[in-house]
């Protein structure tokens, strides 16, 4: 049986089970999340991961909460699909939620729309009603070192360094102005589609300073790449738009997500690539030299 098997049973039973028949089922991506086409305006995703950190739909009905509250308000998102309830759903013991099929173009995201599109989502975040965890995804990385230490994933010493600035990161920010954030804002998350740009992937939302998010969108370009041509662009069109951010809160926020990435790659990537493994010795280089 292939490991597909069982997930993809759950999403196309939920499906029929509210009057939709799938009529195909492509597979859009295979990693943590299995994201499938079942129709021509259905999207499936749905989580295959069940014994992973994450448990129960909790935080896919943050996610689903939060994307009703922007399609209502006209953000620049990928909607749920209205012909079934937001659920989350869960079928043969996997979270599953429906999104509409958006058609992507090829082309990159121009800066100045990245800064713009995640400006306009911050806008109408300020008035989500729902109290959201604070700054849960540093939270959330400080618990997993845990995890990390007692099956042997990362050296003790790496241990030490992401505990450190996760803890130091997690105090600073406390002091800065909170709101409803994306809170997993890269370009990977913000598709270019024939009806514009559109942000998606919700599940991370947490209360927390709008630098989170900026630093998650220019992080690779910034300190990665050093673009900083991009950078300024998409920081740029965040202000003009209307936002605005503060330097130190922005530097904390750089420092904070590549201890967040650090953390997490070993789940999310238990077999890395030569490519991957770089990387993560490159964020974990970057974040020693800022101790030293």
Same mark, same amino acid.
């Given at each position: 049986?292939?490991?597909?098997? *069982? ?6 039973? =939920? ?23 079942? $129709?021509? $305006? %259905? ?12 448990? /129960?739909?909790? #935080?896919?009905?943050?996610? &689903? ?18 012909? *079934? ?6 079928? *043969? /013991?996997?979270? !599953?939620?429906? #999104? %509409? ?15 713009? =599109? ?26 997993? @070192? +845990? ?18 600035? @996760? $803890? ?5 920010? +406390? ?8 809170? +997993?804002?890269? @370009?990977?998350?913000?598709?270019? =589609? ?17 630098? #989170? ?6 992080? &690779?370009?910034? !300190?990665?790449?050093? +673009? ?25 926020? *750089? ?11 070993? !789940? @999310?990537?238990? &077999? ?7 990387? %993560?010795?490159?964020? %974990?280089? #970057?974040?020693?030299? !800022?101790?030293?």
């Amino acid at each position: 049986m292939s490991h597909l098997t *069982l997930p993809i049973r759950a999403a196309t039973e =939920t499906a029929q089970a509210h009057g939709i028949t799938p009529d195909r089922c492509d597979i859009l991506q295979d990693g943590s999340t299995l994201v499938l086409r079942l $129709t021509e $305006t %259905l999207v499936a995703r749905v989580v295959q991961d069940v014994d992973g950190p994450r448990q /129960g739909t909790e #935080w896919f009905a943050r996610e &689903n909460a939060m994307a009703l509250h922007l399609t209502q308000h006209g953000a620049p998102i990928i909607p749920l699909h209205p012909a *079934l309830p937001p659920g989350p759903h869960q079928h *043969l /013991g996997y979270p !599953i939620n429906y #999104w %509409l099929y958006v058609t992507a173009v090829p082309a990159p995201p121009e800066p100045k729309g990245v800064g713009r =599109t995640l400006w306009q989502c911050h806008d109408l975040l300020r008035s989500f009603p729902a109290v959201l965890p604070k700054l849960a995804i540093l939270t959330e990385s400080l618990a997993l @070192l +845990d995890t990390l230490a007692q099956r042997q994933l990362l050296p003790a010493a790496t241990l030490d360094l992401l505990r450190r600035h @996760l $803890t130091e990161s997690t105090a600073i920010l +406390d002091t800065f102005p909170h709101q409803p954030l994306h809170g +997993d804002a890269h @370009l990977g998350n913000l598709m270019n =589609t024939t009806i514009g740009l559109l942000w998606t992937d919700w599940e991370d939302t947490f209360s927390g300073p709008v630098e #989170w998010d900026l630093a998650s969108v220019i992080w &690779n370009a910034r !300190i990665l790449e050093e +673009d900083h041509e991009t950078v300024n662009q998409i920081l740029n069109a965040y202000l003009e738009a209307g936002g605005s951010y503060n330097e130190q809160a922005l530097h904390q926020c *750089l420092v904070a997500r590549a201890a967040v990435m650090s953390a997490w790659y070993p !789940i @999310l990537y238990p &077999n890395p690539n030569a490519e991957r493994k770089a990387k %993560l010795q490159f964020r %974990l280089d #970057w974040l020693s030299a !800022i101790d030293s």
